[in-house]
């Protein structure tokens, strides 16, 4: 079975720490997405990345950085000197890759970390 | 702003009642997902349509039925509400070249529904 787990329900930090939000998934297939999502109050979920299962390289993009680990089935994400707008709950997902006949590209939820950053 | 917009942003139902929750997809996208959100938890997957069709299904009851139209907006509708179906109900557009394509989600703003 598929599962994300966000172990780290609720994080609290002050302006420009930095904060890493951790990831653990789950799953029997060799191919497969993982993801990051910010959620603002607003509700709307902002995609932050996608990794595909083949590529382990880690990524950087301006202050995030994403730290994959097949060995360990984690996929972790990093905030470098976290801002006041970071505030936000944050998602990790997994995707598997289409089967025959069955659900396609859809995307597990883990139930989130909310990030509160204080100034 | 992705170009997924969902209405109505909020509303509130009793139970026994049926609700019809719109989503207009971002333009040049043909597939629709959409997702529950209950309080504190992670979105998870009702259904998704592709090109007018259902193309995949998670674990809800019946009385959760969609549509999708030829501009591929989508409609989600619910019979019977329970309380439990109190959440936030997010729709997610996408572009697929198949219907096994994985492609990036881009979610509207949601439609909060609460069931009294």
């Known amino acids: 079975a598929q599962k994300v787990t966000q172990a780290q329900t609720e994080i609290s930090v002050v302006e420009k720490e930095d904060v890493t939000l951790d990831c653990v998934y789950e799953t029997r297939d060799t191919t497969y997405y993982l993801f990051w999502y910010k959620q603002p109050p607003s509700g709307e979920l902002v995609f932050l990345i996608r990794?595909?299962?083949?590529?382990?390289q880690n990524e950087i993009s301006g202050r995030y950085s994403w730290n994959f680990q097949k060995s360990t089935s984690s996929f972790n994400f990093t905030i470098t000197a976290s801002q006041v707008v970071d505030s936000a709950v944050y998602f990790c997902a997994l995707s598997e890759r289409a089967n025959e006949g069955g659900s396609q590209g859809n995307l597990i939820f883990g139930k989130g970390t909310k990030l509160s950053v204080k100034p | 702003e992705t170009g997924v917009t969902q209405s109505p942003t909020h509303l509130i139902k009793t139970r026994g009642q049926q609700v019809t929750l719109r989503c207009s997809s971002q333009?040049?996208?043909?597939?629709v997902s959409w997702y529950q959100q209950a309080l504190g938890q992670g979105p998870q997957f009702i259904f998704q349509y592709y090109r007018e069709e259902e193309n995949g299904r998670g674990n809800f009851p019946p009385r959760f039925s969609g549509l999708q139209f030829p501009n591929y907006s989508s409609e989600l509708n619910v019979n019977a509400l329970e309380l439990d179906d109190s959440a936030l109900y997010l729709c997610?557009?996408?572009?697929?070249?198949?219907?096994?394509?994985?492609?990036?989600?881009?979610f509207g703003e949601g439609s909060r529904l609460t069931v009294l």
């Open positions: 333009s040049g996208h043909n597939t």
């Open positions: 990794r595909n299962s083949f590529d382990e």
């Open positions: 997610a557009s996408s572009s697929r070249i198949n219907p096994r394509d994985t492609g990036e989600l881009f």
